[in-house]
Structure formats: C-alpha cells, structure tokens
C-alpha cells in the first residue's frame, strides 16, 4: 500500500477562507483532507484490508501471464533473471506485508 501527502489550497468551512491542506491519498484514493491552520480533519471511510488482500490478489493472479509475456519477450533474460528473482522475492514480500501493516495500523484504527 502506497501513501501519498500533498498540499493544496481549499476552503476551509471552520476558518471561512482558503487555506492549505494536506491531503492523504492510500492507493490513490483520498483518505484524509486536514485544513493546516485549524486542524479540521475530514476522515473517508475505507476498508484497508479489502483493499490490501485485493491488492495482493491481483499481483499473484497476474503472475503467469507477466511471466509469460517475459517468456515470450526474452527467453534468456527471463531464464537469467528466475534465480535471483526467485531468492528476493520472498525478502521482498515481507517487506511489503509489514509496511502494509503499519499503514492499516496507521490508518484503520480498530474501533472500540
């Protein structure tokens, strides 16, 4: 899961005037607008999970076809690359898993 912050000038309906916010976009959807001066925050419902087991569906259901169209491009580069690949990915997905982990711990906070 991604998270992007970017500023941008709104108006802000606390303050009555335009001011800088910061969004905060998980997966280029907006999760939280929050006004700089006053500290308003708007919060947007998302189930991170979904999104996330979503996410990883999509990598590992996609995984034949991109290997094939590898196979069909070159052979030899693909055939190079599969050891190397084949001893990081694993490195790779944990790494993922948990930085995903934080951002729904981070974003989607269990409600009590």
């Known amino acids: 899961m ?9 108006y802000c ?3 009555k005037d335009e ?3 910061e969004i905060t976009y998980i997966n280029n959807h907006i999760k939280r607008i929050r006004c700089q001066e006053c500290n ?3 919060e ?13 569906y999509e990598r590992v259901s996609s995984k034949p076809t991109r ?3 590898e196979y069909h491009d070159n052979l030899r580069k693909l055939l190079l690359s599969l050891p190397y690949r084949a001893i990081k990915k694993p490195y790779r997905m944990i790494k993922e898993v948990h930085s ?13």
Do not use: Q, W
């Not at 934080?102 to 269990?110: D, E, F, G, L, W």
């Open 40 to 42: 308003e925050t708007m």
């Open 100 to 112: 995903s982990r934080r951002v729904i711990k981070t974003y989607n906070p269990k409600k009590k």
């Open 67 to 69: 290997i094939t169209e």
């Open 44 to 56: 947007m419902n998302m189930d991170l999970k979904k999104d996330f087991y979503k996410e990883i």
């Open 2 to 10: 991604k998270v992007n912050k970017m500023e941008a000038g709104l």
């Open 19 to 21: 001011t800088n916010h």
């Open 13 to 15: 309906s606390k303050c």
